[in-house]
């Protein structure tokens, strides 16, 4: 009886992850990222996307304790799993994993402490050179960089005024990106 009852649970909360996740998804894979804001359509590109989306959410949630908690660790795991499946797709064995791993996390938390940074001092320009230095560092000047940090800012706003409640229970909105 009790395996039922904590298996349907464990059921419930893994489609709410998965729904949240697949939102999360979605909004780095907006096409106007792509045609028109000028982020490569690569797997780094895409990488750096749903970093990005993935910093959202989880610097919404931050300092949030008990399931929304729960549900950003699960969440950040999630993304780490998906990076790892990506890169076996892409070809690398299971020697090579690790270490790309290794480089991908230190990647990531390296650009969600220039991102929270300049979002917790309302930067603007500091969030326009991290986006810059982050999504295309091999652009001396990128002018769409200026779109996605107000974008991100957007983001962060509008995240913040969403319900805990309504994001743990396997809703989050993002915003349209708007064309140029």
Known sequence: MFQRLFGRERHANRAIT????AQ???AARQTVFYSDWNVPDTPLGRFEMLSLHMFL?????????????EVAQVLIDEF???????????GIG????????????????GRTAAYDDALER???DALVAAVARNVRPDTGAWPQATHLAGYVADVSKRLAEQATESIVSGTVAFPVAKTI
């Open 57 to 69: 959410f989880q610097h919404r949630l931050r300092g949030e304790g008990g399931v929304a908690g």
């Open 24 to 26: 999360i998804v979605a």
């Open 122 to 124: 309302n930067d603007h």
């Open 94 to 109: 299971d020697v090579g994993v690790p270490k790309r791993m290794k480089k991908l996390a230190k990647m990531f938390y």
């Open 18 to 21: 998965e729904a949240l996740y």
């Open 80 to 90: 780490f799993m998906d990076v790892e499946h990506s890169l076996r797709e892409l």
